[in-house]
């Protein structure tokens, strides 16, 4: 009888104990949370995932730069710079 008893909550335990995983975009992303949460940690996270956010960080930060350029001489012209740059680049590759 106390096997019994002790084996009824050593199970309930394990529930307890039990992580939800989710993932909002097929596995790329997981995070974990507690049944019954709403509270969810970043578990994982695809490397290459991480990357790719860095770079369209980078990408929405020149296309601030080019927006600004309209109010800033300076910028202005350094932007041309770097147009000319970008282009002599591709014309020699």
């Known amino acids: 009888m106390c096997y019994t008893?002790?084996?009824t909550v050593m199970q309930v335990s394990k529930i307890t104990e039990l992580t939800v995983f989710e993932s909002p975009d097929g596995g790329r992303t997981v995070y974990a949370r507690k049944p019954g949460s709403t509270h969810r940690e970043l578990h994982w996270q695809d490397p290459n995932l991480q990357r790719e956010l860095?770079?369209?960080e980078q990408q929405k930060r020149w296309v601030d730069i080019f927006s600004a350029r309209r109010?800033?001489?300076e910028l202005d012209r350094l932007c041309e710079q770097v147009e000319i740059m970008y282009e002599?680049?591709?014309k020699n590759t």
Do not use: M, Q
Request: net charge negative; aromatic share 0%; proline share 0%.
């Open 54 to 56: 860095a770079e369209l």
């Open 5 to 7: 008893s002790l084996n």
């Open 71 to 73: 109010d800033n001489v």
């Open 88 to 90: 002599l680049g591709r």
